[in-house]
């Protein structure tokens, strides 16, 4: 298989024994995964997670700043990347990261959480290989919010691929109870109307995260 940096070769060696090649940026590397006999092997697209770090969340740079005033609600349309994951049967054997993979740190140093890092040259760098998600801003606060940057807990989010080769995540739904207290629930389904027949799914549990060092 074909990536935007590489190839990707998922061979069976023997009734118990799968080889996993990685080609990126010219670098070469396997693994072996031994299997049962009957084990059957699929490519899925899933939440960005994988990397040299694995990560629960996403911390996203929004193209435009949100501001929302007192009981107002915003309905916004997010584009983020998605990695390919290598199943064994039901298992998740590997993570492959279809472009571009950075980093981020939310919070202080020292009890922050690293995050997969996503804005526009990130996105870019993933050609076609992005999903988007619809997020749902509302408003507890009196205060008048700018939201700039979301972190999103994008392990447990669902992941649809159709026939015409869209993908779309599970609905984000984000919650201000003030300036420093920003709540980000990842849901299990998408709202979106799907165009084509489903032809793939990585169904999540849900996931919900709390901003506290402002948005």
Do not use: W
Not at 146 to 170: D, G, Q
């Amino acid at each position: 298989m074909n990536l935007p940096r590489g190839a990707l070769v998922v061979e069976k060696i023997s009734e118990n024994i799968v080889r996993i090649t990685k080609i990126i940026n010219g670098a070469s590397t396997s693994k072996l995964i031994s299997t049962q006999t009957d084990s059957f092997i699929t490519l899925k697209a899933i939440p960005p997670i994988g990397g040299s770090l694995s990560t629960n969340c996403i911390y996203a740079t929004l193209p435009e700043p949100v501001t929302l005033t007192q009981g107002t609600r915003l309905q916004y349309d997010l584009k983020l990347p998605v990695d390919l994951g290598i199943f064994i049967g039901g298992d998740l054997v590997d993570v492959v990261p279809l472009g571009k993979v950075k980093y981020a740190l939310y919070g202080p140093p020292d009890i922050g959480d690293i995050c997969r890092y996503s804005d526009l040259s990130v996105i870019n760098s993933y050609n076609e290989y992005i999903a988007r998600a619809k997020v749902i801003f509302k408003t507890l606060s009196n205060v008048k919010t700018e939201i700039s940057r979301l972190v999103i807990p994008i392990k447990e989010a669902s992941v649809y691929l159709t026939e015409e080769n869209e993908m779309y995540f599970s609905d984000i739904e984000v919650t201000v109870l003030s300036p420093l207290h920003v709540e980000i629930r990842v849901g299990v389904d998408t709202s979106y109307i799907l165009l084509g027949k489903l032809i793939s799914l990585f169904k999540g549990s849900g996931a919900f995260y709390v901003m506290k060092h402002g948005a």
